[in-house]
């Protein structure tokens, strides 16, 4: 493949500042897993905040979702982050992906939920939420069909749900769909 270059362009690296390494840095002075542990929580109130806020700006669209996947993030780096949590964490990166209508990344993280929480048998509260996040997607992208199929599973799941309480909410949520 030929070099397209000339001498006088600057290559990415040559116009990036140089980066540190960890050896650079020194050992930080907090316990790193009380972060992770406040940080896996506190970003996804405060996502979840900016998803029930009403009239949200770009920024704060923009906001909703680095937070949403900050959460994952620091979810994923503590020594008790399980099935549930990742499937809960790709959830609402699906729904925020969704709302901000961004559908086929939408679909992506709600194939992830539905693929977590079907391969670790979580409960059918779960699995009603996955499709949901599916259904989402699918309204966000314009695809009624589809939505309206998945929204047929999570009304499945939620019929299977034993706690009434927690059937009431997955239902109200699957009402605001389409």
Same mark, same amino acid.
């Given at each position: 493949?030929?070099?397209?270059?000339?001498?006088?362009?600057?290559?990415?690296?040559?116009?990036?500042?140089?980066?540190?390494?960890?050896?650079?840095?020194?050992?930080?002075?907090?316990?790193?897993?009380?972060?992770?542990?406040?940080?896996?929580?506190?970003?996804?109130?405060?996502?979840?905040?900016?998803?029930?806020?009403?009239?949200?700006?770009?920024?704060?669209?923009?906001?909703?979702?680095?937070?949403?996947?900050?959460?994952?993030?620091?979810?994923?780096?503590?020594?008790?982050?399980?099935?549930?949590?990742?499937?809960?964490?790709?959830?609402?990166?699906?729904?925020?992906?969704? /709302?901000?209508?961004?559908?086929?990344? #939408?679909?992506?993280? +709600?194939?992830?939920?539905? $693929?977590?929480? %079907? *391969?670790?048998?979580?409960?059918?509260?779960?699995?009603?939420?996955?499709?949901?996040?599916?259904?989402?997607?699918?309204?966000?992208?314009?695809?009624? /069909?589809?939505?309206?199929?998945?929204? #047929?599973?999570?009304? +499945?799941?939620?019929?299977? $749900?034993?706690? %009434? *309480?927690?059937?009431?909410?997955?239902?109200?949520?699957?009402?605001?769909?389409?």
């Amino acid at each position: 493949m030929p070099d397209n270059t000339t001498p006088d362009q600057e290559t990415l690296a040559d116009q990036t500042p140089d980066h540190e390494t960890p050896e650079d840095v020194a050992p930080p002075d907090f316990d790193v897993q009380a972060a992770h542990r406040f940080f896996s929580v506190d970003c996804f109130n405060r996502a979840w905040d900016l998803i029930e806020k009403e009239d949200r700006t770009f920024e704060e669209d923009e906001e909703m979702l680095n937070l949403s996947m900050a959460s994952l993030w620091h979810w994923s780096q503590r020594p008790d982050f399980g099935a549930k949590e990742q499937s809960l964490g790709y959830w609402q990166v699906s729904r925020i992906l969704a /709302i901000t209508g961004r559908a086929e990344m #939408a679909t992506v993280f +709600a194939q992830k939920c539905l $693929e977590v929480t %079907e *391969e670790a048998e979580l409960p059918v509260y779960y699995l009603g939420y996955a499709y949901e996040a599916l259904a989402r997607a699918a309204m966000a992208g314009r695809n009624r /069909i589809a939505a309206v199929r998945y929204l #047929a599973q999570a009304k +499945a799941a939620a019929d299977r $749900e034993p706690n %009434e *309480e927690d059937r009431e909410v997955l239902l109200d949520d699957l009402a605001t769909i389409i």
